[in-house]
């Protein structure tokens, strides 16, 4: 759902998402979005901005 949150939040503000993939190791989701926003959720849906 966090995904879907985020995902929404920055199209909203006209950044592209440009890539979206998982770890599979740790589950955690990760986000790669305008020109330098990078975004980590973990599986417990804490978001992080790097």
Request: proline share 4%; glycine share 4%.
């Amino acid at each position: 759902m966090e995904l879907y949150k985020m995902c929404q939040n920055l199209t909203s503000m006209y950044l592209p998402v440009h890539l979206v993939t998982m770890d599979e190791r740790t589950k955690n989701l990760y986000l790669l979005a305008g020109e330098e926003l990078e975004i980590l959720i973990n599986p417990q849906g804490e978001v992080s901005i790097l």
